[in-house]
């Protein structure tokens, strides 16, 4: 049985930092595509941040850029974003998703490429 979770995820200040970890089980992750989204209350659920398989092409979501990188640990079979400088718009539920396959660049945050899915962490940035 595939599993995904997701852990983090908690309150933290405004200029703050976060660290989120997807576990995999029931798949090898190094040879999955991975992606993060997040879904703030109220509105749509929206992507993040990608990593791919083999050649690791990375992409970031417009409003993270230059504040999260994500990266992954073959041997512990996890991929992991790094969350700097939070702001309070960051606050939201935090979700991985894996893909058996690489996605470009104009397909990587369209969820209905990705396989499994997480179940998500909380992110709440706030004074």
């Known amino acids: 049985q595939v599993q995904l979770v997701e852990s983090g995820g908690g309150l933290v200040q405004p200029g703050g930092s976060l660290r989120l970890s997807c576990a995999a089980s029931?798949?090898?992750?190094?040879?999955?595509?991975v992606g993060w989204f997040r879904q703030a209350p109220g509105k749509e659920r929206e992507g993040v941040s990608y990593?791919?398989?083999?050649?690791?092409?990375?992409y970031y979501g417009e409003s993270v850029k230059g504040r999260f990188t994500i990266s992954r640990d073959n041997a512990k079979n996890t991929v992991s974003l790094q969350m700097n400088s939070l702001k309070p718009e960051d606050t939201a539920v935090y979700y991985c998703?894996?893909?058996?396959?690489?996605?470009?660049?104009?397909?990587?945050?369209?969820?209905?490429?990705?396989?499994?899915w997480g179940q998500g962490t909380q992110v709440t940035v706030s004074s």
């Open positions: 990593i791919s398989s083999g050649d690791e092409r990375l």
């Open positions: 029931g798949l090898t992750l190094g040879h999955f595509a």
């Open positions: 998703a894996a893909v058996f396959k690489s996605l470009s660049y104009s397909d990587w945050h369209v969820q209905g490429w990705y396989d499994f």
